[in-house]
Nanobody
């Protein structure tokens, strides 16, 4: 089995920073894209940022210039550095990865359990 484990959420004041981490573990053959989605209360889940195995990135317009996604392929880990946080960034953040498990011929989409980020004074 393959798992995604997130860490780094919490309470932060407006204008502050947080870094989220997500590590994939288990019988991993290869990982394609990794990324972060978020879901605010009463809203649909939305893409925050995504990064390919080659390092190409894409992010939501609402976070451009404030959030940076990166990954460590050797550690199967993706990070989200969040700066200049706003109240509108409050949400549960979910890690995403497109993974091919060992001895499996196709990729599967996995999600983390979610970590709550609250931006409030």
């Amino acid at each position: 089995q393959v798992h995604l484990v997130e860490s780094g959420g919490g309470l932060v004041q407006p204008g502050g920073s947080l870094t989220l981490s997500c590590a994939a573990s288990g019988a991993i053959g290869s990982i394609d894209a990794m990324g972060w989605y978020r879901q605010a209360s009463g809203k649909e889940r939305e893409l925050v940022a995504i990064i390919t195995s080659g390092g190409s990135t894409n992010s939501a317009d609402s976070v451009k210039g404030r959030f940076t996604i990166s990954r460590d392929n050797g550690q199967n880990t993706v990070y989200l550095q969040m700066n200049s946080l706003k109240a509108d960034d409050t949400a549960v953040y979910y890690c995403y990865a497109n993974i091919r498990p060992v001895l499996v011929d196709q990729y599967v989409e996995l999600w983390g359990q979610g970590t709550l980020v609250t931006v409030s004074s």
